[in-house]
């Protein structure tokens, strides 16, 4: 049984940083490409960032792009993001995603090329 679960949203003001992590488990194939998406009312999900299982490549949203960064540990199974000088407009529900994959350098900008999602967590920016 795969589970993904996000951690390390919360309320923040403006300028501010958080950390979000998504832990893995449950897995039955050896990789595994991750990405970090989010959404808010009345829109569609939205790409934020993702990497490759080496962790050699990323890409990023332009909004998110020297604000954010995607990160892993594949020995632990976890998945982060790292968010700083964070905006009111960065307020969404953020979740992580996976595929799996047969090669280690491959990544995914659209939802619904991913197997697997969490079940998000609250990132609210006040300004």
């Known amino acids: 049984q795969v589970q993904l679960v996000e951690s390390g949203g919360g309320l923040v003001q403006a300028g501010d940083s958080l950390r979000l992590s998504c832990s893995v488990s449950?897995?039955?194939?050896?990789?595994?490409?991750s990405g970090w998406f989010r959404q808010v009312p009345g829109k569609e999900r939205e790409f934020v960032a993702t990497?490759?299982?080496?962790?050699?490549?990323?890409l990023y949203a332009d909004s998110v792009k020297g604000r954010f960064t995607i990160s892993r540990d594949n020995s632990k199974d976890l998945v982060f993001l790292q968010m700083n000088n964070l905006k009111p407009e960065d307020t969404a529900v953020y979740y992580c995603?996976?595929?799996?994959?047969?090669?280690?350098?491959?990544?995914?900008?659209?939802?619904?090329?991913?197997?697997?999602w969490g079940q998000g967590t609250q990132v609210t920016v006040s300004s």
């Open positions: 995603g996976f595929k799996e994959v047969y090669s280690s350098d491959l990544y995914f900008s659209i939802g619904g090329q991913y197997n697997y």
């Open positions: 449950g897995r039955s194939f050896r990789r595994y490409a």
């Open positions: 990497i490759t299982w080496n962790g050699g490549r990323t």
